[in-house]
């Protein structure tokens, strides 16, 4: 407290920085929830980028081997020649490429939100415990 601030001011001060200390903190829960959900989205879309790449599709037929997929995966063949596997567009190149640009935005974004959530939990704390009481 300096000479010229009354404890009036200080108390004043106090309250000021406590309010914005629990203010941060409110808004770091609520960005840490935000960012939590932005991950769940992200790992849904990055496993269904996963499973339309690599697993096999179409009609099943048997032989002597066993029972297995017309069409192989777009990973093992990236360009079908029969026709029932070109007709699937979800497990066509643009497709997926569009797929994992959503991946990629949600990953960016539960990224950009969580570290954010964590900056103000930091500035919460600092300015929470730089103030003390008037007694």
Do not use: N
């Not at 932005?38 to 599709?57: E, H, R, S, T």
């Not at 797929?99 to 990629?104: E, N, P, V």
């Not at 500035?123 to 003390?132: C, E, I, P, Q, T």
């Amino acid at each position: 407290m300096t000479a010229d601030e009354t404890p009036l001011e200080v108390s004043v001060l106090a309250g000021t920085a406590s309010e914005g200390a629990e203010t941060r903190a409110r808004d770091a829960r609520r960005i840490e929830g935000w960012s939590i959900v932005w991950m769940l989205l992200a790992m849904l879309i990055w496993g269904c980028f996963i499973f339309l790449l690599v697993a096999d599709y179409g009609p099943e037929v048997s032989s002597y081997k066993g029972t297995h997929a017309v069409c192989q995966s777009p990973l093992s063949d990236p360009w079908p020649q029969d026709r029932v596997c070109r007709s699937d567009e979800l497990r066509q190149w643009p497709a997926l490429v569009g797929i994992l640009a959503l991946a990629s935005v949600a990953t960016v974004t539960a990224a950009a939100t969580m570290v954010y959530a964590k900056v103000l939990a930091r500035l919460a704390h600092s300015d929470g415990s730089g103030v003390r009481p008037q007694s």
